[in-house]
């Protein structure tokens, strides 16, 4: 426990405090009575932390909060987001955590080894995410789900971000991070008809902040990964 706490940044426990600070602030603020709302925020900002810094821990918080809030979408009639939590990020989380657990870096638990998808697995990608999308957007309708549009963009990045996640891809955090946007403005639309929701749009903006750091903190653990194993290689040579 004391060498994880050492392994936190300054940085990464000013964004995690000001998260919830923020979070819990803007919750009793507006009188909201939702506690389902406040644990899922704050289970949510704490799970980002861990994916940022490459720790299967994020993985088994992601689980947790995908079904936190599959719940709370339902209550919004907000099936786009409840489906895509329930029935694709949580299992794809779950995916990345096996994942992540079988490629620790040189034998650290605690950190994922990062990785680069071939142009033949993102030319995969898109054309799955397309389908993916499609899919939705006719799933969608026909539930009719409030803010359509918006649900179904919000399905795309889901899809793309879980993906990247799982296999352990820097860009993970671009697809999360746009993901956040969108959701910023669901949950903001939300609040215009209900306020007790402003704190998922709050949570949201959170998320977007640690995301931003989650893609810096990944394309420098990338760098050094490369380097060392450059590093590692020469040496093998001179031997």
């Not at 409840?82 to 990345?96: D, E, K, R, V």
């Amino acid at each position: 426990m004391k060498k994880f706490l050492k392994s936190i940044t300054l940085v990464e426990w000013l964004i995690w405090n000001i998260s919830v600070i923020s979070i819990i602030v803007c919750f009793f603020a507006f009188k909201n009575t939702q506690y389902l709302y406040l644990v899922a925020s704050l289970i949510g900002a704490t799970a980002l932390i861990f994916v940022s810094k490459g720790n299967p821990i994020g993985q088994l918080l992601t689980i947790v909060f995908s079904v936190f809030y599959g719940i709370i979408s339902y209550s919004f009639n907000y099936y786009g987001e409840m489906i895509t939590y329930l029935g694709m990020s949580a299992p794809i989380a779950l995916w990345a955590l096996i994942s992540w657990l079988r490629n620790p870096y040189k034998g650290n638990k605690s950190k994922v080894k990062v990785n680069s998808l071939s142009k033949k697995e993102w030319c995969l990608l898109l054309i799955a995410a397309v389908v993916i999308t499609v899919s939705f957007f006719f799933v969608l309708q026909a539930l009719n789900t409030a803010n359509l549009i918006i649900s179904t963009v919000s399905v795309l990045t889901s899809f793309l971000a879980a993906y990247l996640a799982a296999r352990r891809s820097r860009f993970y955090a671009i697809g999360y991070g746009a993901n956040d946007i969108v959701l910023i403005v669901l949950w903001s639309m939300a609040s215009c008809e209900n306020i007790t929701y402003l704190p998922m749009a709050i949570c949201f903006i959170a998320f977007f902040v640690t995301d931003t750091y989650g893609f810096i903190n990944w394309s420098i653990m990338n760098k050094k990964q490369k380097a060392e194993e450059i590093e590692n290689v020469s040496e093998n040579e001179k031997i």
